[in-house]
């Protein structure tokens, strides 16, 4: 038949809206032979949050006025599921976008639904009132669809389901909303709004983020800009060397106390997205909304040179070249002695300027001596948090192993046998968790279970995503055989 008509596209309005409306105004009785005019094949069928394997002629249509790279950031769910997800990753999963193939849920890391939720398109009201009088007609907005925003932004109405479910399983068609949404009757009879200011802030702040403009060619990540702007906080050590991620999700339950969505974030998450193993948008804007970061600095992420560990050292540093004592200068800075003695030691250790410092209020201490005594201990300790078989493997560390000895981390970083026999163990938590699969897969051979990628996962206490990351490394550390099963069953 081929397309005689194809409808301008909307502002801020989803790919698959403006699908549905040509779908509408075209005049096909059925959904098949759009289907056929429109997608290359009938795989690339009906995706409601991005775009898949469109023709040529159709894509040439929405990108008249503006690239395809805008195209796509402005009129799919891009904006949403790649904004935070590590560089690499997110180029890697544009560039699929681009071809428009590809598992998207998985390249973008797009969160599974809870068990026994649903998700349905939804539609502002006010909004509804607004396009029709203004184009004739209403549409899908993308800002309506968000997860975790159940407010309009420019409104400030509960946004209303629709009858269209987002699950192409469950329903292949293209329904345009002035289809879907109730014609004839006064739609602002629906609107309702929720007494609570802080939800509408945080919906609004989401927004403004997902509207941003991103930088593709940005290495910035979650993980180092979070541990930046933590510095100064109590979230983050007077060093910066370690998270307090159980206060900080405890602080943020009381602030955003009331909000739906703060109900269904856990610890475990809140620690997993400041490691930078999870990447969900809304839990990232609540983070960084509650320690006062603006929309326009969180869309960049712009993180400084020097960490906070390094800015503490260097202070550190110059007040000792000042003559002040280790005393004096934990004093200073509001900390203990023992932690600007580990800073000193850290210092020192990297050799930084060639520089010899006399630490004040410090016993002499035979570090050759020590270090001799400890090294078959921290060896011990070491092969302990590898795993006998029976434990899960822990991730080896300074303080993992200072932890054991009951020894203070920088006291370790001073005997150089002991540093060296850690650092050669230290590792990627990619290749921790290659190291969890091992051990999961082995326990499961042993009780004479089959291998099923859930059970990997509950034994290992990994996420799919997590051990599928951690495949490349697995390759490496364990045998061909384990392997090839464990790359079977994901």
């Not at 402005?74 to 904004?83: A, N």
């Not at 609570?196 to 509207?211: A, D, G, Q, T």
């Not at 960084?288 to 400084?304: D, G, H, W, Y």
Request: net charge positive.
């Amino acid at each position: 038949m081929g397309i005689a008509y194809f409808p301008e596209i909307y502002p801020d309005e989803l790919v698959y809206s403006v699908l549905a409306r040509c779908h509408l105004h075209s005049g096909y009785l059925y959904y098949k032979d759009v289907e056929q005019d429109l997608f290359r094949s009938k795989q690339g069928r009906v995706d409601k949050e991005f775009v898949k394997q469109l023709k040529p002629e159709i894509v040439e249509h929405l990108t008249k006025h503006i690239t395809m790279e805008e195209f796509l950031e402005k009129h799919t769910m891009y904006p949403y599921y790649g904004r935070f997800i590590d560089g690499n990753r997110r180029n890697m999963a544009f560039g699929a976008l681009m071809s428009m193939e590809g598992d998207f849920s998985k390249l973008f890391c797009v969160p599974k639904l809870r068990k026994g939720e649903k998700r349905y398109m939804r539609y502002c009201p006010l909004c509804v009132l607004n396009d029709r009088e203004k184009y004739g007609e209403t549409y899908w907005h993308r800002m309506h669809q968000m997860r975790d925003v159940n407010l309009c932004a420019v409104h400030g109405c509960c946004l209303i389901e629709s009858t269209i479910s987002f699950d192409s399983r469950e329903f292949v068609n293209l329904v345009s909303a002035e289809e879907a949404i109730p014609l004839g009757e006064d739609v602002s009879e629906y609107v309702t709004y929720h007494d609570i200011p802080l939800e509408l802030e945080l919906v609004r702040y989401m927004v403004k983020v997902f509207l941003q403009p991103i930088d593709r060619s940005s290495t910035a990540s979650v993980k180092n800009y979070f541990h930046s702007k933590m510095a100064g906080t109590p979230y983050l050590s007077s060093r910066g060397e370690h998270k307090y991620f159980h206060r900080l999700w405890g602080d943020m339950k009381i602030f955003y106390s009331g909000l739906a969505e703060m109900g269904n974030v856990t610890d475990k998450q809140i620690q997993r997205m400041l490691d930078g193993s999870r990447f969900v948008f809304s839990e990232i804007c609540m983070t960084a909304m509650f320690l006062q970061i603006s929309a326009e600095e969180l869309a960049i992420m712009e993180t400084p040179v020097k960490k906070p560990e390094q800015l503490f050292d260097e202070k550190v540093m110059e007040l000792l070249d000042g003559g002040m004592g280790i005393k004096a200068i934990a004093k200073e800075m509001g900390v203990s002695p023992s932690m600007v003695r580990m800073a000193v030691g850290l210092v020192k250790s990297k050799g930084k300027g060639g520089r010899k410092y006399t630490i004040r209020n410090s016993n002499a201490i035979d570090w050759d001596k020590l270090d001799k005594k400890m090294f078959p201990m921290v060896k011990n300790v070491i092969c302990d948090l590898h795993g006998n078989g029976e434990k899960r493997p822990e991730k080896v560390s300074f303080y993992a192993v200072s932890k054991r000895l009951n020894i203070q981390s920088h006291r370790l970083v001073k005997m150089e046998q002991c540093k060296k026999e850690i650092e050669q163990h230290i590792e990627t938590i990619e290749q921790y968790r290659a190291r969890k699969v091992i051990w999961a897969v082995n326990v499961l051979q042993s009780e004479g279970k089959p291998l099923i990628c859930w059970r990997i996962c509950s034994i290992a206490k990994l996420e799919k995503e997590e051990v599928i990351s951690s495949l490349p490394y697995l390759k490496e550390m364990a045998e061909p055989e384990l392997y090839k099963m464990v790359q079977a069953i994901l």
